[in-house]
Structures are given as C-alpha cells and as structure tokens.
C-alpha cells in the first residue's frame, strides 16, 4: 500500500473523529486539537493563554507568554496517512485519497505538564494518538507511521521523542519494542493507572 503524510486541516476532523471513535477515547478532544495545532506562540495574533480540560475533566490554563518553543512557533502538530482507494464515481471506478491514520508530536505535556515527557528547551517531543482506521490494520501502517514521526521529529529538532502506553495495549508496547523505545518510567496517569513512559534518543 502506498501512502504518504501530511498536516491535517481542520477539514480532517470529521475522519479523525470517527478514528478515535474506533478506539475508544480521544474524540471529544479533535477540535480542541487543531485549535492548539493553530497557535504560533509569539506571533501577535496567538493567545497569551488557553484552558486546556484534562481526562480529569479539569480545565488546565497554559501560560503561552513564558513557553519556550521552536523557532515556528508551533507546540503541536498533528498528521494524517492517506492511500488511494477505487471508488464508484458517476462515470465508473474512479480513485480517491482517503485516510487511514493519524499521530500527533507535542511539544508540551498538556495534560500534566512533565517536562520529561516534553519540552522544547530540551528537545523533548511526546507522540501524540497515534491511531489506524480497523479496515487498515495488519497492514504495516503504525509501523510506518512510528518512522515517518521520527523523521519528523528529527526535521524539527528534537533529540528525543517520549510515547505513552498502557500496560495492556499489547500491540502498542511490542511496537516500541520493536523500534528500540525504553521504559523510563512507570506511573499511573489521569486517563489510566499503569502507564509505561517510553522514550528513545534520536
């Protein structure tokens, strides 16, 4: 399968929400996303500050005045896997892009704000959601995803990348394995109770 990746639009939301859907979390959270994905700290049109509302359902303000941040600007992206697939069109088969996955990179922790999972000032870059549509998986795509957001990060800067996973993603954890990721910590979140904390040094 061919693909190729590139920043999602806000017009990518309806498919990302149907994606997170299938996972079972995250989806109530894909606009508050692009609009994080839009800020450019330092430009004059960025606000000064954001709530941001945890899996606690606490509402979080971050400080953007004081961030340390790339040159751009930008502490989060988001990207999307698209594919050709035939479709039936008015004149026949006709193909199409469509999305078959998505992953995020920040470069700060929003949901508790450790340092050691992201932070600009120290290169520090947290994977973000990565996630396939199921009519896709099998098919290597995390596995191509996993190296096209290291080579991202790697674009951007950064000299390590960090990942969250819990204990029973199973296939989760056997994908980090496989890319060389550690554990360097171990910890309950706000979202789950046995969290591993991976990392990996570009």
């Known amino acids: 399968m ?20 299938e996972v079972g979390w995250d989806a109530e959270r894909v606009y508050d996303w692009f609009d994080i994905c839009s800020y450019q700290c330092g430009s004059p049109e960025c606000p000064t500050s954001f709530d941001y509302v945890s899996y606690t359902d606490d509402a979080i303000t971050i400080d953007l005045s004081r ?11 988001l990207w999307v896997a698209e594919t050709e697939k035939e479709v039936d069109g008015h004149a026949g088969p006709e193909r199409t892009k469509v999305i ?9 922790d929003l949901d508790e704000m450790d340092a050691d999972l992201a932070c600009w000032e120290r290169r520090r870059g947290l994977v973000r959601s990565l996630a396939v549509f199921n009519a896709f998986k099998g098919q290597g795509i995390g596995t191509w995803m996993m190296r096209r957001i290291e080579d991202e990060a790697r674009h951007l800067g950064l000299k390590v990348i960090t990942s969250l996973v819990p204990l029973d993603n199973a296939p989760s954890l056997a994908l980090h394995e496989k890319f060389g990721y550690r554990v360097f910590k171990r910890a309950p979140r706000n979202w789950a109770e046995d969290v591993l904390h991976y990392e990996k040094v570009l």
């Open 67 to 77: 961030l340390k941040h790339p040159p751009d600007g930008r502490i989060f992206r």
């Open 2 to 21: 061919a693909l190729t990746l590139r920043l999602a639009v806000r017009a990518d939301a309806p498919d990302i929400i149907r994606m997170r859907e």
């Open 100 to 108: 078959v996955a998505a992953i995020g990179l920040s470069h700060l």
